[in-house]
């Protein structure tokens, strides 16, 4: 199944290679939990992982998920990975991982791993796999590398739609705040901004609004638009402190005079 699985979505001279390569690099555990052709599906990803400590990531819905069930597959060239150190980082993003299944494959005296974990998410969440898979690979990556900081910042990627650059933006204002003496604490802040996520969206895009260079529209007009979008939703808001915090993100937005976000080069 595994060879037929090969030729059909890979065409005869690679699956030749593959099969060759990977034929017997399976273990047991691995054959009794995924159909040959999701095992082509693994071997295109870790064929992807050009060196050593490399990893490729793949955030699925397996067939008959209840809502907000979801896996997600780790592959890594090389090592193992300590458990220690990925837990962590998906448990910040808001997310209970309910279960986790690594598979060593050895191929041709190389080894390789695909760690597979069980993930449940919020199912009060409007998201579609489409639209969050990609959101949440590149911000599990950045945190998993140290890229971005792994804490509760990364569960607005999840909650409220951002990326994980987007959730920096809101990071670094936060920071700010507590420099300048705030009495709530990171982890207070965190958890005002992921029990308001609609108006998290909304600072984020008054941020842009008024300082992305590539901004199409009017700038003035959808600042002051934004910025009266927030001032009603504050309304609803019932925790007087996050209503404190949150106008204080506003206020902070409003006074930034300039930014070196949108630079994202290396240089």
């Known amino acids: 199944e595994f060879a037929d699985a090969l030729l059909d979505q890979c065409g005869e001279e690679l699956s ?12 047991e555990a691995y054959k009794e939990d995924f159909a040959a052709r999701t095992g082509v599906i693994d071997v295109r990803q870790l064929e992807s992982l050009e060196e050593d400590g490399g990893v490729a990531l793949n955030l699925y819905e397996p067939h008959a998920a209840a809502a907000g069930e979801r896996r997600f597959k780790i592959y890594r060239r090389g090592g193992s990975i300590s458990l220690s150190t990925v837990l962590p980082v998906l448990q910040r993003m808001g997310i209970e991982v309910v279960d986790e299944r690594p598979y060593e494959i050895e191929a041709l005296g190389s080894s390789m791993w695909v760690y597979d974990f069980g993930l449940r998410l919020d199912s009060g969440l409007a998201f579609e796999l489409g639209s969050l898979k990609q959101r949440f690979q590149d911000a599990f990556l950045a945190a998993w590398s140290g890229a971005a900081e792994a804490d509760g910042f990364n569960a607005l990627v999840v909650a409220a739609g951002l990326t994980w650059r987007e959730a920096m ?99």
């Not at 030749?16 to 390569?21: F, S, Y």
């Not at 420099?179 to 958890?191: H, I, N, V």
């Not at 029990?195 to 909304?202: C, D, E, S």
């Not at 309304?235 to 204080?248: F, H, K, P, Q, Y």
């Open 16 to 27: 030749a290679r593959l099969g060759k390569k990977y034929a017997d690099a399976f273990p």
């Open 169 to 267: 933006v809101l990071r670094a204002y936060a920071r700010y705040l507590r420099q300048t003496g705030s009495a709530f604490s990171q982890t207070y802040l965190e958890s005002c901004l992921v029990a308001n996520v609609p108006i998290a969206r909304l600072l984020v895009q008054l941020f842009e609004a008024r300082f992305d260079p590539a901004y199409p529209g009017d700038r003035e007009t959808q600042s002051e638009f934004l910025r009266s979008e927030i001032e009603s939703a504050l309304e609803s808001v019932a925790s007087l402190d996050n209503d404190r915090i949150l106008r204080s993100f506003l206020a902070l937005i409003g006074a930034t005079l300039r930014t070196n976000y949108f630079q994202t080069g290396a240089d």
